[in-house]
């Protein structure tokens, strides 16, 4: 691991609130590097050092709160024109607390991490893997990544077509950051794995934004810092080579600036297909009534040239920390409070490049009168420019329902989404989301919708809810909002579950038509000429779509091969999943040709279709061998007189590949001497055996001779019979 620090002139480390806190430089490379065995194969044990209640210290933020707050929005809005689509059960209690629910949205699958275990999923609700360790996924790469640290982080990276998977690598010196990329499209696949090493500072609270610019791509990271896991020191905000691991680069790059005496930053992640064209964004409130926002400019090829620029302080209405960043949030049927994580923004930094402006969208969690309530932020800013400004703010509070753990999107319309959790004295904690479209007035949020009712509250002295959930975009249709939240199947400690649900809003685009997706598991095919292999066919029901499905093999079957589909229609269960199976024959009717060639599966004659990469190996070339004969044969014997010698023939056969053969006999009588011309024989080819006998032999009759040849690799024998006079 290379790592150098460089600390950043100009900047003063101050302490007084709301001014600039120093920045250092730090440069590292990945200390491990691995492929990982097919996330589909992972197991689900639990050894490792499986975190039960690990606690994030408060952030500390300055300023004055409190007072009225000009955003807070006291009444429910307008019906919400919005479509439910899939809604489905994630994964659920594992022992770990709390739960932190990430999730990763494909065009085909989900793929969703917890406190300390993952799971892959159709849009339908179908598990196509898991729930396994999460450390399982960095088994080949070993050391504290292979076990169980939690604060997961699931992303894709739409423009690469790839997963991520984050994890911390450990409690204790050296601290790491465990970072795990998808070697193609599948997410039940491999993964390039990658360590990063943090020293003696915790690198706590990780989240990871997708950045892919033209120069300089970059997976964005943050980290709230805490040497020897104990005391905070500040905040990470970090660059990773994208293009580099991507691409299984040995020892890719991690450019990190840290802000002195300062946390919770959240980094920019992108929405949609337009990549931004500005350097990475990251933002945190610095006080209680104002935003703080960096850019980090990388440069991977000379990081010594990196920059960190601080782009100002944007006001915003005042306001208090939710429960003043402790436990308030009251439950139904008990005494205990949970935690808000009011001190920090809440995951994620949403953008979205609309060509002709940008926008960013974030919340978290605030006071509201007396409960608590979602506070949400969009900033704007011009086209290539980092000068964003407030557009639109609000803060959620229509009842007096606690309103906590949010987290926001925007889809290519301009509406926007926020989920979250929802509890009170009167009901169990569950989850709701709530949004607007551009018509709606500035600063409001539509009518709520509940994806879930609570059936529990979390007793037995557990106040730590969560630590964040995830909002989506379908990349798909860059229209559909996914949100997986945590809730209570009943009272009880550690036996809380997840949960999914999507939804459309009616403005961005036409209703999806009833539609269906089929991939390919596995997605490659080796085989050696004369053995077969398979692969599934997973057809997937999208918008309802619960019709025939027509599968067949529409190119790429090689010559003198079979391409079989089993069965060859298939109905979909509405919003799930259904499978075929492919089975390649080889060496069919004739040889298969050695090569790749790329098997095409086509779903209703063309209208999706999907591949598997077929490669055909030629056998290895045959050992040489060969047979062994001599005469006379048995039951003739070769007689020899005392005092004379004889001859027998020894005959070498080739059956494969072309090699010398040395000979030898045995069972010789006492006093007589053999002896082979050639020896090495040729193959094939043929030698003759001299057997001589001295005067004083013994008489000898019916003696079997064994004579034996051997070219390095095989030896084969052959049988003669001597008499003596």
């Known amino acids: 691991?290379?790592?150098?620090?460089?600390?950043?002139?100009?900047?003063?480390?101050?302490?007084?609130?709301?001014?600039?806190?120093?920045?250092?430089?730090?440069?590292?490379?990945?200390?491990?590097?691995?492929?990982?065995?097919?996330?589909?194969?992972?197991?689900?044990?639990?050894?490792?050092?499986?975190?039960?209640?690990?606690?994030?210290?408060?952030?500390?933020?300055?300023?004055?709160?409190?007072?009225?707050?000009?955003?807070?929005?006291?009444?429910?809005?307008?019906?919400?024109?919005?479509?439910?689509?899939?809604?489905?059960?994630?994964?659920?209690?594992?022992?770990?607390?709390?739960?932190?629910?990430?999730?990763?949205?494909?065009?085909?699958?989900?793929?969703?991490?917890?406190?300390?275990?993952?799971?892959?999923?159709?849009?339908?609700?179908?598990?196509?893997?898991?729930?396994f360790s999460l450390g399982s996924i960095w088994k080949n790469l070993g050391g504290g990544c292979a076990?169980?640290?939690?604060?997961?982080?699931?992303?894709?990276?739409?423009?690469?077509?790839?997963?991520?998977?984050t994890q911390l690598g450990s409690f204790s010196s050296p601290f790491l950051e465990c970072i795990a990329v998808s070697t193609s499209p599948d997410p039940t696949g491999t993964y390039y794995l990658y360590s990063f090493s943090y020293g003696n500072n915790l690198n706590d609270y990780t989240k990871v934004g997708v950045w892919p610019t033209a120069t300089n791509s970059a997976y964005l990271v943050t980290h709230n810092l805490f040497a020897n896991g104990a005391s905070f020191i500040g905040s990470d905000l970090c660059a990773y080579d994208r293009t580099a691991m991507l691409s299984g680069a040995a020892s890719p790059t991690q450019i990190c600036f840290t802000i002195s005496n300062d946390g919770g930053y959240l980094p920019s992640d992108l929405d949609g297909s337009t990549a931004p064209g500005i350097p990475g964004q990251f933002a945190t409130f610095e006080t209680l009534s104002s935003l703080r926002r960096y850019s980090l400019n990388p440069n991977f090829s000379n990081p010594s040239a990196s920059t960190l620029t601080w782009l100002g302080d944007t006001a915003v209405a005042s306001f208090s920390e939710a429960c003043g960043g402790g436990r308030c949030i009251p439950q139904?049927?008990?005494?205990?409070?949970?935690?808000?994580?009011?001190?920090?923004?809440?995951?994620?930094?949403?953008?979205?490049?609309?060509?002709?402006?940008?926008?960013?969208?974030?919340?978290?969690?605030?006071?509201?009168?007396?409960?608590?309530?979602?506070?949400?932020?969009?900033?704007?800013?011009?086209?290539?420019?980092?000068?964003?400004?407030?557009?639109?703010?609000?803060t959620y509070a229509p009842d007096a329902t606690y309103r906590w753990m949010g987290s926001a999107a925007m889809d290519q319309a301009g509406d926007i989404a926020i989920g979250y959790s929802a509890s009170s004295l009167s009901i169990h904690p569950g989850i709701r989301?709530?949004?607007?479209?551009?018509?709606?007035?500035?600063?409001?949020?539509?009518?709520?919708?509940?994806?879930?009712?609570?059936?529990?509250?979390?007793?037995?002295?557990?106040?730590?809810?969560?630590?964040?959930?995830?909002?989506?975009?379908?990349?798909?249709?860059?229209?559909?909002?996914?949100?997986?939240?945590?809730?209570?199947p009943s009272d009880g400690s550690f036996n809380w579950a997840t949960f999914f649900g999507s939804f459309k809003?009616?403005?961005?685009?036409?209703?999806?038509?009833?539609?269906?997706?089929?991939?390919?598991?596995?997605?490659?095919?080796?085989?050696?000429?004369?053995?077969?292999?398979s692969s599934t066919m997973t057809v997937t029901s999208l918008s309802g779509f619960s019709s025939s499905v027509a599968l067949t093999v529409a190119s790429g079957c090689p010559a003198f091969t079979t391409c079989v589909l089993s069965p060859t229609s298939v109905t979909p269960p509405t919003n799930g999943s259904t499978t075929s199976t492919l089975t390649v024959t080889t060496n069919v009717g004739g040889t298969t040709p050695a090569g790749t060639t790329s098997v095409v599966i086509s779903g209703n004659a063309g209208v999706h279709?999907?591949?598997?990469?077929?490669?055909?190996?030629?056998?290895?070339?045959?050992?040489?061998?060969?047979t062994i004969s001599a005469s006379?044969?048995?039951?003739?014997?070769?007689?020899?007189?005392?005092?004379?010698?004889?001859?027998?023939?020894?005959?070498?056969?080739?059956?494969?590949?072309?090699?010398?053969?040395?000979?030898?006999?045995?069972?010789?009588?006492?006093?007589?001497s053999a002896s082979f011309s050639p020896n090495p024989a040729g193959s094939p080819?043929?030698?003759?055996?001299?057997?001589?006998?001295?005067?004083?032999?013994?008489?000898v009759t019916g003696r079997t001779l064994t004579i034996t040849g051997n070219n390095g690799s095989k030896t084969h024998s052959t049988t003669v019979t001597l008499n003596i006079n």
């Open 147 to 165: 076990s169980n640290f939690g604060d997961p982080i699931a992303q894709y990276d739409k423009l690469a077509d790839r997963f991520i998977v």
């Open 332 to 394: 139904s049927g008990t005494s205990q409070l949970l935690d808000s994580l009011g001190d920090r923004l809440m995951y994620r930094l949403a953008y979205r490049n609309f060509v002709d402006h940008q926008a960013m969208v974030v919340n978290h969690s605030v006071t509201a009168g007396s409960s608590v309530g979602v506070r949400w932020y969009e900033l704007r800013a011009p086209a290539s420019s980092s000068a964003f400004s407030l557009y639109q703010q609000g």
């Open 505 to 533: 809003f009616a403005s961005c685009g036409a209703p999806p038509a009833p539609d269906f997706s089929i991939s390919a598991s596995p997605t490659s095919l080796t085989l050696t000429q004369g053995n077969g292999g």
């Open 685 to 699: 080819g043929s030698s003759t055996l001299t057997i001589s006998v001295r005067r004083n032999a013994s008489t």
């Open 632 to 672: 006379p044969t048995p039951p003739s014997a070769l007689t020899i007189s005392r005092n004379s010698s004889g001859h027998y023939t020894v005959n070498i056969t080739q059956v494969t590949g072309s090699s010398a053969v040395n000979l030898s006999v045995s069972n010789l009588p006492n006093r007589t």
């Open 609 to 626: 279709t999907t591949s598997v990469s077929l490669t055909v190996n030629a056998p290895p070339p045959p050992t040489p061998d060969f």
């Open 433 to 488: 989301w709530a949004g607007r479209v551009p018509g709606d007035p500035l600063g409001t949020l539509g009518g709520e919708v509940t994806m879930l009712s609570g059936a529990g509250s979390q007793t037995g002295g557990l106040s730590r809810w969560g630590d964040y959930t995830a909002m989506r975009i379908d990349p798909s249709d860059d229209c559909t909002f996914w949100y997986t939240n945590e809730y209570e």
């Open 1 to 131: 691991m290379k790592r150098y620090t460089v600390p950043v002139a100009g900047l003063v480390c101050a302490l007084l609130a709301g001014a600039v806190s120093a920045q250092t430089l730090t440069v590292r490379s990945s200390t491990q590097v691995a492929v990982s065995a097919p996330l589909r194969d992972g197991n689900d044990d639990s050894q490792g050092n499986e975190q039960k209640v690990h606690g994030h210290p408060p952030v500390p933020k300055h300023g004055n709160g409190g007072g009225h707050d000009d955003a807070l929005q006291t009444t429910v809005g307008g019906l919400t024109d919005a479509t439910t689509h899939a809604r489905f059960p994630g994964v659920g209690a594992n022992g770990s607390a709390p739960p932190d629910p990430s999730m990763a949205v494909g065009p085909n699958h989900i793929l969703q991490t917890v406190n300390t275990r993952y799971a892959i999923f159709t849009k339908g609700g179908a598990l196509q893997a898991g729930p």
